[in-house]
């Protein structure tokens, strides 16, 4: 059974930093993009970084860029999301996910590629 587990959420004051775990179980993601996404009350989820298999490809929302760093390790089958200069704005709902093709060399941006996804954790910045 696949599991993604996110952890590190909570709450924290603007301009603070948080960093969020994802440890994936149940098979290997090595070779499968993998990406955070968020989800603000009345908001669609949006992807705020994704990361390729090899780790060699990055992307970023333009609400993160220069704030946010997503990092992976395929030995752990983990992937990370350092945040820091948080805002309230990014306060939401975290879910790490995996890409659904195998070994795309592009992040996809788009929700319904990702077919695999954890159980979401809050993340709260007050001002």
């Known amino acids: 059974q696949v599991q993604l587990v996110e952890s590190g959420g909570g709450l924290v004051q603007a301009g603070g930093s948080l960093r969020l775990s994802c440890a994936a179980s149940g098979r290997s993601f090595s070779i499968y993009a993998m990406g955070w996404f968020r989800q603000a009350p009345g908001k669609e989820r949006e992807l705020v970084a994704g990361i390729t298999w090899s780790g060699g490809s990055t992307y970023y929302g333009d609400s993160v860029k220069g704030r946010f760093t997503i990092s992976r390790d395929n030995a752990k089958n983990t992937v990370d999301l350092q945040m820091e200069s948080l805002k309230p704005e990014d306060t939401a709902v975290y879910y790490c996910?995996?890409?659904?093709?195998?070994?795309?060399?592009?992040?996809?941006?788009?929700?319904?590629?990702?077919?695999?996804w954890g159980q979401g954790i809050q993340v709260t910045v007050s001002s």
């Open positions: 996910a995996v890409d659904k093709t195998f070994g795309r060399t592009y992040i996809e941006v788009r929700r319904e590629e990702y077919d695999y």
